[in-house]
């Protein structure tokens, strides 16, 4: 075994699902891998390695803080962040601030949401510890 994994799923649930695979689709411009009726899972980095799955939820959820258990923040690595943000907010996205430096983490990010009101960040690493994407 060379990797504990071959590829990653992080599957995200909607009551109206509708709403969020069109942002998936035509706001963030994923590729649909695969659609499953109730589910759609997207190409989220080239190479068939990492995809987010939006599935019809079947309960509301238990809360809006992704810092609770069970609750998630999906973090899209690019080196043009400031490039999503404006693309994002002529897309009509709410972006409650603009890219920032965290000192801490070594990271230039901003996050929005989801219409299921997931958190969602765009993020550049500033480190060179941090793999080069597709190795």
Avoid at 7 to 35: C, N
Wanted: charged share 25%; aromatic share 14%.
């Amino acid at each position: 075994m060379s990797t504990p994994f071959q590829q990653q799923i992080t599957f995200l649930y909607a009551e109206k699902p509708e709403a969020s695979w069109r942002f998936y689709e035509e706001v963030l411009g994923l590729h649909l891998a695969q659609d499953q009726g109730f589910c759609r899972i997207y190409a989220a980095a080239p190479g068939g390695r990492g995809f987010i799955g939006v599935c019809r939820a079947r309960a509301p959820r238990a809360s809006d803080n992704p810092r609770v258990e069970g609750g998630t923040v999906v973090t899209f690595v690019h080196q043009d962040v400031e490039g999503w943000y404006e693309k994002l907010k002529e897309k009509g996205v709410e972006v409650p601030a603009p890219p920032a430096y965290s000192a801490t983490y070594r990271v230039t990010s901003f996050f929005f949401r989801d219409p299921a009101g997931y958190t969602l960040e765009v993020q550049r690493f500033e480190r060179p510890d941090w793999p080069t994407p597709g190795k």
